[in-house]
């Protein structure tokens, strides 16, 4: 879908939506239209319980003396309560109201408002990033659905004063968007489709923007140590890979010393392409939600898209640890030990909390080898964080109060919320084994804790912070901005998070 910039006047044909404010009071552009149809759109409001509230929306069928196909009435709020998480909401309505009306084209115009600190041109931006945002459809495999079940819009027009600035505005936002179709594409295919080696090569496309991909066979694992990894791996026929990406924002001048400014941030995502539990297999109810076990691993692809894209200020190493866990005569059995990157070793309890033994050695090699300024690492790891904060918010875990309180304030920014866990001894206990370093697995309760706490043994004194997306990863009922189906979640946190504090100013 094309969305565009203009200053032109609105039209007198076609779809045309406009805003109105709390107690039904019209935007100039709605007064614009209402003069024209000769006051239906205030006889229409009315009639109806539209009031002007956020999330309403009013649409009339050709007005009676005018050459317009449907008129949308969006509802605004009030002016003081209007912010860009509620524009990019508007947005993404207004998609859903006129997606398939059977209109090509749609004209969305867009007014300054008294009592609003943003102009017209940063509402015009905001809306169309929550326009792109809901557009996103994942029919690849549709080949006979119906015409009318599917889009119309090809492209939306959004008319405000300051087009220029607008489209500069946006540009940047598209980027982000494209980072989060890109996570939301990886999530949704099929586990014949994606597996490790065609995740790589899609993270491989990454180089057409400037990101430096490497990809590790099990050869090269096997070199550098990997045991926890390759164990979990060993009972699938498709092979593991571990994905390195690297952006260079702010690349260091020649013969300049490396200094601890140019530390990269690290981002590091569980990439459990299909999980079976393996030999602790998982009951098969739900089981085909599994693709979506490398979820982790599709927003560090996003999140490094999205920074490449805007030409992000910013050094990032991404790192995506790709598995398949099968339950083979090969497989790894419950009560096997193995050895970790770091030397450290692993009493496997259960088959099926595989995802912490990847992190740890995709952790441990890109502490030991970029030597980072921090590390944050997403999994959908543990149906426990499920139960305990359901599908609103990720969990999150830290070593480090300063980091963990700015990926917090950045989540509320971007309606991508977390909430904070504890750690500690009393939890870090109920890992210990008696035959070897660890166990991968606790006690029942506090599940997600323990598995924290397994990954945190990996990380040395590094700042860190485990996201435990499980719960947010896939959504089965649509929001404003994000379509039932894979959510992105986790690509606008972390890059509001580089944007706002790590990303060098110019």
């Known amino acids: 879908m094309k969305i565009t910039f203009a200053s032109t006047t609105i039209p007198r044909t076609g779809v045309v939506v406009a805003g109105v404010l709390a107690d039904r009071k019209l935007t100039p552009s709605a007064a614009e239209i209402d003069k024209r149809t000769r006051g239906q759109l ?41 912010d860009d998480l509620q524009l990019q909401n508007t947005g993404g309505q207004i998609y859903a109201a006129v997606e398939k009306i059977g209109a090509p084209s749609v004209v969305v115009s867009v007014d300054d408002i008294d009592g609003l600190k943003m102009n017209a041109a940063e509402q015009a931006a905001e809306i ?115 994905v390195i990406m690297q952006w260079n924002g702010v690349p260091s001048k020649k013969g300049q010393k ?17 999980d079976t539990g393996g030999i602790s297999i998982k009951p098969s109810n739900g089981m085909e939600d599994m693709k979506w076990d490398m979820g982790g691993a599709g927003v560090v692809a ?10 992000a200020k910013v050094n990032v190493v991404g790192v995506a640890g790709l598995v398949e866990n099968m339950p083979d005569g090969n497989a790894q059995r419950p009560g096997d030990i193995v050895t970790s990157m770091s030397g450290q070793t692993v009493e496997v309890l259960n088959t099926d909390a595989e995802g912490r033994l990847v992190l740890a050695d995709a952790i441990h090699y890109t502490i030991d080898r970029f030597k980072p300024k921090f590390v944050v690492d997403l999994a959908t790891l543990t149906g426990a964080i499920i139960v305990a904060l359901g599908h609103e918010y990720a969990g999150l875990f830290a070593n480090d109060d300063k980091l963990a309180s700015l990926i917090l304030d950045s989540g509320r920014k971007v309606h991508e919320r977390c909430w904070r866990f504890p750690l500690g001894d009393e939890y870090d206990k109920l890992i210990n084994s008696d035959a070897a370093d660890m166990k991968n697995i606790g006690s029942r309760g506090g599940g997600s804790i323990t598995a924290a706490q397994f990954i945190q043994r990996f990380v040395g004194n590094t700042p860190w912070v485990h996201l435990d997306i499980a719960g947010v990863t896939w959504s089965s009922k649509g929001a404003p901005t994000v379509p039932k189906g894979g959510t992105g979640f986790g690509v606008r946190l972390l890059d509001r998070l580089i944007a706002d504090h790590y990303e060098q100013k110019t």
Not at 302 to 311: F, I, V
């Open 128 to 242: 169309a990033f929550g326009l792109r945002l809901r557009s996103y459809r994942f029919d690849k495999y549709r080949t006979k659905e119906k015409k009318s079940d599917k889009p119309t819009l090809k492209s939306i027009k959004v008319l405000c004063d300051g087009p220029t600035k607008a489209r500069q505005l946006f540009g940047k936002k598209n980027k982000i968007a494209d980072g989060v179709f890109f996570t939301r594409d990886l999530v949704s295919e099929p586990a014949n489709i994606l597996y490790p080696e065609t995740f790589a090569e899609h993270a491989k496309s990454l180089t057409k923007l400037g990101v430096k991909v490497e990809v590790l066979g099990e050869a090269q694992m096997k070199k550098l140590g990997m045991g926890a990894l390759l164990g979990v791996a060993q009972g699938s026929v498709r092979e593991p890979k571990l």
């Open 302 to 311: 996003g999140l490094m898209m999205a920074l490449a894209g805007r030409k």
């Open 42 to 82: 205030k006889k229409a409001i009315a009639a109806s319980q539209f009031k002007g509230n956020k999330n309403q929306t009013l649409t009339l069928l050709t007005p009676a003396g005018t050459k317009f196909d449907r008129v949308v009435l969006v509802g605004l709020g009030k002016a003081k309560e209007i």
């Open 258 to 274: 490396k200094s601890a400014a140019a530390k990269p941030l690290a981002f590091i995502g569980k990439g459990v392409c299909f």
